[in-house]
């Protein structure tokens, strides 16, 4: 698999320590980076790359916590463009310092909203787009596709409340006969915002499609709100989400049980891929997200994993930091091979993960069964002791580790650190 690389993307890959593909095992470009700050920077620089040579196409950006530090570069780059100090930095960067982009010739689609959801509440996205995208990065209103609950499929005059006194959204509606009044509001509400959804994915074809989209990844490898299982053709849609979505989601909408009541408005894994030179970035960081990003790069394109939809395109990439590709097998292998000392902890995530892989006890592992692992065989170079001693270790750690857990602490004051009261259990 041929990759072409941006400068900016260059730059990035030989900053890194790693390249930018392993195959077969990956099957999507991947550029490692250190740490968070500099994921927002490298996508930054990418996006200020991809502006300046698409003035006026279409942009889709997420919102949350995962794009923070990338909304900071931009607006550092964007206010402070003639300064010397980010002129060299545009430079070093592989960014051309003379062309400040056009951002206001932008079209802008917006990915996803809870429903039913106030756009004037600080904790909707539609709150979140109009402050950090349209103002902090000048895009122009006009030209923006945006999702407000507030007026999506109803009449003059009535507001959400009115149709969902209690925020539950019944989708069983769309295919069976309202049984009172309120249902019936609640049915012809529900049409019209399907409605209103096909009229969007209408507008976002009649644009082209997406030319620029940046996206996180969900607790269960969601993309937008197109959560694991959604069908890769997918459109814009009003629909339900499981409960890792909804559990994530808690802290903005005060609690699990909030939660649970919401559904999402969010465009489909088709939306993203229908423009075929679509660069498509997802951005990672942290080791939380290690093995979800292992399984959207490495693993075959199925449905329980949607970003593995974006193969397909050319210019879909992964922005990650160190902590996030801990997972990915060829570079761990890279790395465990430069390293001079593995350590115990190395030795036990290793064997233990052969000894499921198996479906062995640790202590029941043969030369032959760390020969046949890569990993582990390079780990064997780097360790003195023989396999068998290694794996005596690991299991009477792992047996330790659980007697002290089911101890009895008497005496002991714990401070619980949930972030919401209903999680506790």
């Known amino acids: 698999m041929d990759v072409n690389l941006t400068p900016v993307e260059e730059n990035a ?26 994921l927002g920077k490298l996508v930054a620089m990418r996006f200020i790359e991809w502006v300046q040579n698409n003035p006026g196409r279409v942009i889709s950006l997420p919102t949350g916590k995962t794009p923070e530090h990338f909304i900071k570069w931009v607006r550092r780059l964007l206010d402070g463009w003639r300064k010397p100090e ?21 079209h802008f689609v917006q990915i996803d909203e809870f429903y039913p959801m106030d756009s ?28 407000d609950s507030t007026s999506i499929g109803l009449e003059p005059g009535r507001k959400l409340r009115d149709i969902w006194p209690d925020n539950h959204v019944d989708l069983t509606l769309r295919y069976r006969q309202a049984v009172n009044n309120l249902e019936r509001k609640q049915k012809a509400a529900l049409e019209e915002v399907d409605q209103w959804c096909m009229r969007y994915e209408h507008r976002v074809r009649e644009l082209g499609g997406i030319g620029f989209f940046l996206g996180g990844i969900g607790p269960d490898g969601h993309i937008g709100f197109n959560i694991k299982g959604s069908d890769h053709h997918s459109t814009t849609r ?42 498509a970035i997802i951005m990672a960081a942290g080791q939380a997200k290690a093995g979800l990003i292992a399984q959207a790069i490495e693993s075959e394109d199925h449905i329980r994993v949607p970003a593995s939809c974006l193969r397909q395109l050319p210019n879909a990439r992964f922005y990650i930091t ?3 590709a801990g997972c990915l097998a060829e570079r761990r292998i890279e790395t465990l091979q430069s390293t001079q000392q593995v350590s ?10 052969l000894a499921v892989k198996r479906n062995k006890r640790l202590t029941d592992l043969t030369a032959a ?40 602490y008497k005496n002991k004051c714990f401070l619980h650190t949930e972030p919401h009261h209903d999680d506790i259990v």
Not at 23 to 33: S, Y
Not at 86 to 106: C, F, T, W
């Open 13 to 38: 890959v030989q900053a890194s320590a790693f390249t930018a593909l392993y195959p077969p095992t990956e099957k999507i470009p991947t550029i490692v980076v250190e740490n968070f700050p500099s």
């Open 86 to 106: 980010i002129q060299e930095l545009l430079k070093e960067a592989g960014v051309d310092p003379s062309n400040k982009p056009d951002i206001s010739s932008l």
């Open 120 to 147: 004037s509440q600080q904790n909707s996205f539609n709150y979140y787009v109009k402050k950090f995208y349209i103002e902090g990065f000048g895009l122009d209103p006009d030209k923006a596709l945006l999702i």
């Open 238 to 279: 009003l629909c339900p989400v499981n409960y890792e979505t909804q559990a994530a989601a808690a802290t903005d909408l005060g609690g699990i049980e909030t939660a649970r009541k919401c559904l999402v408005i969010t465009i489909g894994l088709r939306t993203i891929t229908l423009n075929p030179d679509c660069t």
């Open 322 to 324: 160190r902590g996030a």
């Open 344 to 353: 115990d902890a190395d030795v036990e995530e290793a064997l233990v993960n």
């Open 369 to 408: 069964d760390g020969r046949s692992d890569r990993l582990v065989s390079v780990l064997l170079e780097k360790r003195p002791e023989p396999l068998r001693e290694l794996a005596k270790m690991v299991r009477g750690n792992l047996i330790s580790r659980i007697e002290k857990g089911v101890g009895v």
